[in-house]
């Protein structure tokens, strides 16, 4: 039997191996980041989000990834330092990972086989067409970009997939977020 989403290990931005499962029993919203990237001010965003629903039961999960556009460059201590001072992030940062590709994490071919389409926002599937017209292909169920959100459930499970131009506060987010805090 493979193993479960929750025993996926990573580590922590600090070098330390963590895994999903240290935060097992809450619901977790599990985002690769970057920290030049034109998304980069939903920190912000998923920083108010963490700090409303963190006593709730809810986590924020932070995947540095550089596969778009090198728009995260940095090494470790460059993405903390940025996050804490430019956004006043709070929430779990991790190691910088492979999102996407050749050399994909384990997490991230679990969290995408899980959750094969993202849902797109009132847009539609605008974020995809604008990649294409700067010649960025993406494949079936592939991450489409930075700010890409899974939301795991409490019992380990994806519950849903955001597009990265769905906001982390946007109504398809929060209702969704509520829902599994129930």
Same mark, same amino acid.
């Given at each position: 039997?493979?193993?479960?989403?929750?025993?996926?290990? %990573?580590?922590?931005? =600090?070098?330390?191996? #963590? #895994?999903? /499962?240290?935060? /097992?029993? $809450? +619901? &977790?919203? %599990? %985002?690769? !980041?970057a920290?030049?990237?034109?998304?980069?001010?939903?920190?912000?965003?998923?920083?108010?989000?963490? &700090?409303?629903?963190?006593?709730? /039961?809810?986590?924020?999960?932070a995947?540095?990834a550089?596969?778009?556009?090198?728009q995260?460059?940095? *090494?470790?201590?460059?993405i903390?330092?940025?996050?804490?001072?430019?956004y =006043?992030?709070?929430?779990?940062?991790?190691?910088?990972?492979? !999102?996407?590709?050749?050399?994909?994490?384990p997490?991230?071919?679990?969290?995408?086989?899980?959750?094969?389409?993202? *849902?797109?926002?009132?847009? /539609? =599937?605008?974020? &995809? $067409?604008?990649?294409?017209?700067?010649? +960025?292909?993406?494949?079936?169920?592939?991450?489409?970009?930075?700010?890409? $959100?899974?939301?795991?459930g409490?019992?380990g499970? +994806?519950?849903?997939r955001?597009?990265? =131009? +769905?906001?982390?506060?946007?109504?398809? !987010? *929060?209702?969704a977020?509520e $829902?599994a805090?129930?």
């Amino acid at each position: 039997m493979s193993e479960s989403l929750e025993q996926i290990p %990573v580590k922590g931005i =600090d070098g330390k191996p #963590s #895994s999903l /499962g240290n935060y /097992g029993g $809450k +619901v &977790r919203l %599990v %985002v690769n !980041v970057a920290s030049k990237c034109g998304l980069t001010p939903q920190y912000e965003a998923l920083e108010a989000l963490y &700090r409303k629903y963190k006593d709730k /039961g809810f986590e924020v999960l932070a995947f540095p990834a550089n596969e778009f556009g090198a728009q995260e460059p940095g *090494t470790e201590d460059e993405i903390k330092e940025f996050c804490s001072t430019k956004y =006043d992030v709070t929430f779990p940062m991790f190691s910088k990972i492979v !999102v996407k590709g050749e050399g994909q994490h384990p997490l991230y071919q679990s969290l995408t086989k899980a959750q094969p389409e993202a *849902t797109l926002g009132e847009a /539609g =599937d605008t974020f &995809r $067409k604008k990649l294409e017209g700067y010649g +960025v292909k993406t494949g079936p169920g592939e991450i489409l970009w930075n700010f890409e $959100k899974f939301l795991v459930g409490k019992d380990g499970k +994806v519950i849903q997939r955001f597009a990265p =131009d +769905v906001t982390p506060d946007s109504p398809l !987010v *929060t209702s969704a977020i509520e $829902k599994a805090l129930g």
